[in-house]
């Protein structure tokens, strides 16, 4: 005779008891103690691409556009961004994403988050300093006259 036993995560405490036909009884224990398998505990990949795949950009227009890409062994359910100057939202798509960001004048920090749907993160950042004028689409400071 067999028997399905379902098991709690830790330690588990079987009897079992066999009974004959006259009602005499034998029984027997043991302890089994279950580790139930550790899910998906691998974060994604996440990387920005644009407008650069640097650390730091100098912005001369707001919104900025953020752009890059994102993987995971068990699939993506979304990617946020945070603007450290306020504002925060959900980008475009997950592996492929974008994300258009309001910035405010000075320097900021935006923070890429990709999730999988296990619930593991990984963040990037963007370090942007954003001065109003002198025209360009950013990169490096303009000259000093």
Request: net charge negative; no cysteine.
């Amino acid at each position: 005779m067999s028997a399905s036993i379902p098991l709690a995560s830790g330690s588990n405490a079987i009897t079992v008891t066999a009974r004959d036909a006259a009602g005499n009884t034998a029984t027997d224990s043991v302890t089994v103690t279950y580790t139930p398998p550790a899910g998906d505990t691998t974060p994604p990949t996440l990387s920005i691409t644009s407008p650069t795949n640097g650390t730091a950009w100098t912005a001369t227009s707001s919104p900025l556009t953020v752009a890059g890409s994102a993987s995971d062994n068990a699939g993506l359910s979304t990617v946020t961004w945070s603007n450290s100057a306020g504002g925060n939202g959900t980008a475009g798509g997950t592996t492929s994403w974008s994300a258009t960001i309001p910035l405010s004048a000075g320097a900021q920090t935006i923070t890429i988050t990709a999730y999988d749907t296990s619930g593991n993160t990984r963040t990037d950042t963007l370090s942007v300093d954003f001065t109003t004028g002198g025209g360009g689409g950013g990169g490096a400071p303009p000259a000093a006259p």
